[in-house]
C-alpha cells in the first residue's frame, strides 16, 4: 500500500469507529440520566426532611437569641483584657441547610474537571429567611452532598446570676419580658435564672444538631454518593461525545487532505 493510502485507511479504519461512538454515546447517557432522574426524587425528599429538622435547630436558636436580649447588659458576664470590659460568651449561628455543587451537575459541561464549581459555585442554599426558616423547595436535591452552613451568628453572652451594686436585682426571667412574652410558662418560683435556661437551650440545640447530622449523613449523603458518581460518569460521556465529534472533523480534514490532487506529489 502506498504511504497515501495508508493514511487515508488508517484515518477511514478510526472515522468508522468515531461515528459508531457518536451514534452510541447519547444512548448510554440518556441511560444514565434515567438513573438520576430515579435518584433525584428520594434525595429531594431526604433533602426537605434535613431542613425540617434544621427548622426545629433554628427554632432554638431564635429562642436562645431572644433570652440573649435580655442578658446582654447589666446581666452580660465580662473580663477585663488590658483595661476593656470583653463580654464572655459563644457565638451561636442559625443553620442553614446547603448542597456542595460539582459542575458535572450541568449537562452542558464539557470542561476537564467534573468537579470543578465554576458553574453553580460551592454551595446552594435550601433554606432562606431572616432566621432561615424557610424551606427553598425549587434547590432541593441538588448538589453531590448536603452539607450545613453558617447562615446568622451572635454571641451568646454568659449571665450573672444577678446584676449587682446597690440595686441589685436577679438575672432571671419574669413576667412580661421579651422572652416570656415569647415563650410562657419560665415564670417560676424561685425564678428560672438566665443562666440556668441559656444552658439548657444550648444543651437542646446540640441534640438536635445531633439528630439531624445523624439522619442526614445516613440518608440523603449516603444516596448522593451514588448521585455524585452519576453526575460524574454522565459528564465523562458528555466530555467524550465532545472530543469524537472534534476527532471526526480531524479525521475527516485528514482524508480530504490526502485526496486533495494538488498535494499528491507530497505523497511520494
Do not use: W
Amino acid at each position: 500500500m502506498t504511504v497515501k493510502g495508508d493514511i487515508i485507511g488508517k484515518a477511514s479504519d478510526e472515522l468508522e469507529i468515531v461515528d459508531r461512538q457518536i451514534l452510541q454515546l447519547p444512548e448510554i447517557i440518556a441511560e444514565v440520566q434515567l438513573n438520576l432522574d430515579d435518584l433525584i426524587v428520594p434525595g429531594s425528599n431526604f433533602d426537605r426532611r434535613v431542613c425540617e429538622l434544621t427548622q426545629a435547630v433554628n427554632l432554638k436558636v431564635k429562642e436562645l437569641e431572644v433570652l440573649n436580649g435580655l442578658i446582654t447588659g447589666a446581666c452580660g458576664e465580662t473580663v477585663t483584657v488590658d483595661g476593656s470590659q470583653i463580654d464572655v460568651g459563644e457565638v451561636v449561628q442559625f443553620d442553614v441547610v446547603q448542597g456542595g455543587r460539582n459542575d458535572s451537575e450541568d449537562p452542558t459541561y464539557i470542561g476537564v474537571n467534573p468537579f470543578a464549581t465554576t458553574v453553580f459555585g460551592v454551595t446552594t442554599n435550601m433554606m432562606g429567611g431572616g432566621d432561615f426558616e424557610t424551606i427553598i423547595t425549587g434547590n432541593l436535591g441538588v448538589g453531590v452532598t448536603t452539607l450545613i452552613g453558617v447562615g446568622r451568628t451572635f454571641l451568646a453572652q454568659e449571665s450573672k446570676a444577678a446584676t449587682g451594686g446597690d440595686n441589685s436585682q436577679p438575672c432571671a426571667i419574669s413576667a412580661g419580658d421579651n422572652y416570656d412574652n415569647a415563650y410562657s410558662g419560665y415564670v417560676t418560683t424561685p425564678p428560672t435564672l438566665y443562666s440556668a435556661r441559656r444552658s439548657t437551650l444550648l444543651g437542646e440545640i446540640g441534640n438536635l444538631r445531633t439528630t439531624r447530622n445523624t439522619y442526614m449523613n445516613d440518608t440523603v449523603n449516603e444516596l448522593k454518593k451514588e448521585v455524585k458518581f452519576k453526575y460524574t460518569q454522565r459528564h465523562s460521556y458528555y466530555y467524550g461525545l465532545h472530543n469524537v465529534k472534534i476527532r471526526k472533523t480531524e479525521l475527516e480534514n485528514i482524508i480530504n487532505m490526502a485526496n486533495d490532487p494538488a498535494n499528491e506529489t507530497f505523497y511520494t
